[in-house]
């Protein structure tokens, strides 16, 4: 493949695929090896994943988010852009093939790919209850949630006015946490405003977690109590201990046999890594991710590393696999950045450390919860330093100024000024809704 490559044509290549927090942190780890640097990435711009369900919600826009690759290592001399698709690995011949038949040779090569929506077994789920892990999807999800108040102002049956406004949110962990808080706001303190036919005690927003508590796994049981009360003081039902049967045009079919009939459901349950992982023919842990070395290198490629979603590393301290979070896949890609210099130099490669620094999740205006090691914040100091903490990761000092003014407008003012509506589709997403809300469905009501 012609490549256009940085000046140094003797160096090591090191191919990044993927442009998340993981691959652009590798790749900007190695700005001064003596290394030649491609990152393949399906999409041009790096996202801050972690307020990605603020465009979904219409708090922010895609801009204040994403940031061009290119712009980002547009400094870095040894390093190049390619904007393709990853379609498969040849491991012995070490070569990176692209979705056009092309081919990108490599030294070291790092699998960044993130991870993907996991409906567990039931794909064609995916057609009604919508994931959230790219800038479409979120466009997409707030696309639907503004059609449905469109659909719900011009519809005169109570009953189908009242499945428009039932918003079901799937998944009880931090994004499923975050999009309930943000979603019950945006219906009760900024639409409702916008609509003369929809009052703000007239939307619904349902919470539904499988396990007997929201938060799972990392949180402190203490805070997912208060996250639980935070989310029910904005109005969300929140539901724990609920297990879905199945989901489809009508809502989502419970396994007591309870049917939640809803327009518009989010699906934010699970993750598993994406085709790749799967395709490359390693060994793969239960979520698709690829089992790594204590280096984070593939086991018989010591070439090959693996990091963020796309790697399973687990946690020495904990015993359990380190969650896929921004902190995680940023310091593994410094480690391996680390790694790859040091096997260019001869030295012997470090064992990975994680430093959990703490997690965090924002319930909704004025209300989040946090822990670091023994300590706890809820309420409104957490949500100062969830704030604070989430500007200062955003990539460019233009996006941090925005998504800064933005929140301090929508948190004085209660105003989201991202509430667009676009796509040409919009006019047949708007009719489905109608005629979905409308239909007597047989079988099973709620109860």
Known sequence: MAEGRPRATSHPRVVVIGGGFGGLTAARGLSDAPVRVTLVDRSNHHLFQPLLYQVAMAGLSPADIAVPIRSVLNS??????????????????????????ESIDYDFLVIATG?????????????????LKTLDDALEIRRRVLLAFEAAERERDDNARKRLLTFIVIGGGPTGVEIAGALSELSRFVLADDYRAVHADSTRVILLEGQDRLLPGAFHESLAKKAHVQLEELGVEVRVGTMVQSIDEQGVHLEDGETLESTTVLWTAGVRGRRLSEAIGVEVDRGGRIVVGPDLSLPGHPEVFAVGDAASVIDQKSGRPLPGIAPVAMQQARWVAKNIKRSLAKKDRAEFTYLDKGIMATVGRSRAVAQSGPFKMSGLLAWFAWLLIHIWYLVGFRNRFLV???????????????RLITGERQWERLHELSEQAERNYDGPNER
């Open 115 to 131: 991870s993907k929506t996991n409906y567990f077994g039931h794909d064609d789920w995916g057609r009604h209850a919508l994931g």
């Open 76 to 101: 870095h001399d040894n390093a190049l852009v390619v904007l393709a698709d990853v379609v498969g690995v040849d491991l012995e011949q070490r070569r990176v093939v692209l979705d056009d038949g």
């Open 404 to 418: 800064l003014f933005n929140w301090a407008w929508n948190y004085l003012m209660y105003r989201r000024g991202a």
